[in-house]
């Protein structure tokens, strides 16, 4: 079992910036990524960016692209997700997700590749 609990949200202007953070406990050494979704009210999940465990391949939803970046300290097990240049749109609930098995990079925006989720971190941006 892998435990993820995401802290960093909270109320932003437009064009502001948050960091999130997401540490896992449990069984981490299984892990081979790592990943944000967001949802927003009345709206799906969507997929926000990914990121291998080992090697740090990265795969970024285009709506975020060059604004949000993704890391992670590895000894910490823990994943960050930088978000500036915040826009209302961005506005939903965030949620940390990480998978034990390989996956493709191409399919690491597929919300069934992860096995465990947190618990979700609110981010809301002001206009």
């Known amino acids: 079992q892998v435990q993820l609990v995401e802290s960093g949200g909270g109320l932003v202007q437009t064009g502001g910036s948050l960091r999130l953070s997401c540490t896992a406990s449990g069984r981490t050494s299984s892990m081979d990524g790592m990943a944000w979704f967001r949802q927003a009210p009345g709206k799906e999940r969507e997929f926000v960016v990914a990121i291998k465990w080992s090697g740090g391949s990265t795969n970024y939803a285009d709506s975020v692209q060059g604004r949000f970046t993704i890391s992670r300290d590895n000894a910490k097990n823990t994943m960050y997700l930088q978000m500036n240049s915040l826009k209302p749109e961005d506005t939903a609930v965030y949620y940390c997700?990480?998978?034990?098995?390989?996956?493709?990079?191409?399919?690491?925006?597929?919300?069934?590749?992860?096995?465990?989720w947190g618990q979700g971190t609110q981010v809301t941006v002001s206009s």
């Open positions: 997700a990480a998978r034990t098995y390989y996956s493709p990079v191409a399919e690491f925006a597929f919300s069934w590749r992860y096995n465990y």
